[in-house]
């Protein structure tokens, strides 16, 4: 994230209004996995601190720019939270988020 934020002044430059960004949430193995997301409210500690994307935010705003963030809420690790819950079959809101598929072989 610092390394990006040292290179706002030439995104500006270039006349660019939104800056557009991968997921930057906690994954599995990031940056191989990095749509297998553990957890939604942390960033991945390989690109900073939810610290660091804050002043990321705060500095392409101060540009006069817009961030887009790319969130996938389908595709979540194993690991995340929604899917441990599904996992151990216990009941609440994430019970409805999974569903367990059967491949048959068609002939």
Known sequence: M????????????????????????????????????????????????????QQLVKEIHNRGMRVVLDMNPTVTSDQHTWAAHWLLHLPGPYHNFYFNATVKEVN
């Not at 290179?7 to 990031?30: E, G, H, K, P, T």
């Open 2 to 53: 610092k390394g990006l934020i040292e290179r706002l002044d030439y995104i500006q430059n270039l006349s660019v209004s939104i800056v557009r960004l991968n997921s930057i949430f906690s994954a599995l193995d990031y940056p191989l996995e990095y749509e297998h997301v553990i957890d939604f409210a942390n960033v991945d500690p390989h690109l900073g601190r939810l610290e660091d994307f």
